[in-house]
């Protein structure tokens, strides 16, 4: 597509709860990037896949949180076990490749996650 | 890992003003990169840029990765130009683990 899709663009769900937030790339990008933004922690990196390489989750808040990428496009973020303070914006991003030109990231709109 | 910095952070101009936004970095970086987050709460990037300059119309930044900072020149501001703005940086091999600044706060006034 033109650009990065998310979806839902909101969701609100009960306190231990499990949700899936999605995210679809620009078709050729072979990077994707998840982050987090709230008020009081700003922008947060997550996880991130470039081609067929082992992810760099170090940025996972918890073994609550996981996601991962089938057939080097879509990637689905998953949250078990939901809490108050998971509640963000989730932002997708993608990129050409992870280094060198062409590396700027595109992100989507996100995902409003409200736990209640 | 890699400490962003950046000032001001709130800015209040008046259409047609010029501005510049400074980011600082803690450590060596092989991505640098500036975005604009809108009203709407969209990002935007407007320069990938760990060394050197760019411009792109009104925009352009540079970075001076030896000394650890980068600047973002706006010109002749329009109100569309308002929202935040972001730099983050990443080095060493976490060339995908972008660390950002807390941001700018950008209000201009027609």
């Known amino acids: 597509g033109a650009g990065v899709s998310q979806s839902p663009s909101n969701k609100v769900t009960e306190k231990g709860k499990d949700v899936e937030l999605r995210c679809d790339p620009i078709s050729g990008h072979t990077a994707l990037y998840w982050y987090r933004q709230s008020l009081g922690q700003g922008l947060e990196f997550l996880i991130y896949?470039?081609?067929?390489?082992?992810?760099?989750k170090s940025g996972l808040p918890s073994d609550r949180f996981s996601a991962e990428r089938t057939g080097g496009s879509v990637s689905t973020l998953t949250i078990q076990r939901t809490q108050q303070e998971d509640s963000a914006v989730y932002l997708c991003a993608s990129s050409l490749a992870d280094r060198g030109a062409g590396y700027g990231y595109t992100f989507g709109s996100g995902t409003r996650l409200t736990v209640v | 890992g890699i400490q962003v910095e950046q000032s001001p952070p709130d800015l209040i101009l008046q259409e047609g003003a010029n501005s510049t936004l400074r980011c600082n970095f803690s450590?060596?970086?092989?991505?640098l990169q500036w975005f604009h987050q809108n009203p709407w709460g969209q990002l935007i990037n407007l320069f990938y840029i760990p060394s050197g300059t760019k411009q792109n119309g009104r925009l352009s930044a540079t970075t001076v990765a030896t000394e650890r900072y980068s600047l973002l020149y706006i010109s002749s501001s329009q109100t569309t130009d308002s929202g935040v703005y972001f730099c983050a940086a990443a080095g060493g091999t976490s060339y995908g683990k972008l660390t950002f600044g807390q941001g700018t706060i950008l209000t201009v006034h027609p």
């Open positions: 450590d060596s970086v092989n991505n």
């Open positions: 896949f470039q081609g067929n390489s082992a992810p760099d």
